[in-house]
């Protein structure tokens, strides 16, 4: 059974997160999870999926600025993606970002994974661009529109 919880950068979960993060998001492009990368990570929202053994296989990460909330490092454990563990973490971090009242949320999706994001209800608002050497494009959802 996978379980979703949300930690905090102090809880031992937190250097599982990151393995799992640096192998799954920057291993197979030949880098490292960097100092720029990690920065303000106290202050972001972490929501980790874990196994029945209490393993982090999925995370999620929400950095909230004055502009609004971005969702960033979305990661499965390889064996255990298709099986709407990504869409689960997606879901509980908007809910995240709603309670916090904002109602948008931007990320930079890879290309490879635009699909999955478009699929959730995000739209393509920029060109594509490079990121970490690969093609990305910034997309957006509203969550809710404060006029209303
Ligand atoms: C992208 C990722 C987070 C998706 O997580 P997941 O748990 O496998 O996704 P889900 O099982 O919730 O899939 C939801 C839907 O999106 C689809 N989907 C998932 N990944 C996809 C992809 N890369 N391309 C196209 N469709 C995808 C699924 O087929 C499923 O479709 P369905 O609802 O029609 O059945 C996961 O594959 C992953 O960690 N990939 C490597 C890291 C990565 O690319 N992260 C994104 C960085 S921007």
Do not use: W
Request: charge should be positive.
């Amino acid at each position: 059974m996978i379980t979703y919880r949300q930690i905090s950068t102090h809880d031992r979960e937190y250097a599982v997160e990151k393995e799992l993060r640096n192998r799954v998001l920057r291993k197979p492009l030949g880098l490292m999870l960097s100092e720029q990368d990690l920065q303000g990570e106290d202050e972001q929202a972490h929501l980790v999926a874990m196994d029945g053994t209490g393993t982090v296989v999925g995370c999620v990460l929400i950095a909230f600025t004055e502009k609004g909330a971005k969702i960033r490092q979305i990661a499965i454990e390889e064996r255990y993606r298709g099986r709407g563990i990504g869409t689960k973490l997606m879901k509980g971090a908007e809910q995240i970002v709603r309670d916090r009242d904002l109602g948008a949320v931007t990320l930079h999706a890879r290309q490879t994974a635009r699909r999955f994001f478009e699929k959730l209800g995000y739209a393509a608002v920029s060109d594509v661009f490079i990121e970490v050497t690969i093609p990305h494009v910034k997309m957006e959802k509203i969550l809710f529109d404060h006029a209303s």
